[in-house]
């Protein structure tokens, strides 16, 4: 119904900065919120940031003045612009919207298959 499908994880050293993209696609009715979450090895998947319709974001507290949400709304893509990256950032990040498709009309979680991202010391 929706599908999406991240662009733009790799490997990086420490300091340095990656750009991970997100397409929408499908039978997409409307996009609701849109966000980035990341899971490292052994650890449980964490919300990164949010982003809202109308544009409002929110951050995970270990991202925040380092990372930056935005989306575009024309096209269904969210980004997420990472600067100073540390190796704790290292983990498969995954985009999720919250969306309606057109053929059931209601709301529905939707996940990426996750891009990684590795930062080496």
């Known amino acids: 119904q929706v599908q999406l499908v991240e662009s733009g994880g790799g490997l990086v050293q420490a300091g340095g900065s990656l750009r991970l993209s997100c397409a929408a696609s499908?039978?997409?009715?409307?996009?609701?919120?849109m966000a980035w979450y990341r899971q490292g090895p052994g650890k449980e998947r964490e919300l990164v940031a949010f982003?809202?319709?109308?544009?409002?974001?929110n951050y995970a507290d270990s991202v925040k003045g380092r990372f930056t949400i935005s989306r575009d709304n024309a096209k269904n893509m969210v980004y997420l612009q990472m600067n100073s990256l540390m190796p704790d950032d290292s983990a498969v990040y995954y985009c999720?919207?919250?969306?309606?498709?057109?053929?059931?009309?209601?709301?529905?979680?939707?996940w990426g298959q996750g891009t990684q991202v590795t930062v080496s010391p």
């Open positions: 999720n919207v919250v969306a309606v498709s057109t053929y059931t009309l209601r709301q529905s979680n939707y």
């Open positions: 982003i809202t319709s109308g544009g409002s974001t």
């Open positions: 499908g039978s997409i009715f409307r996009i609701d919120d």
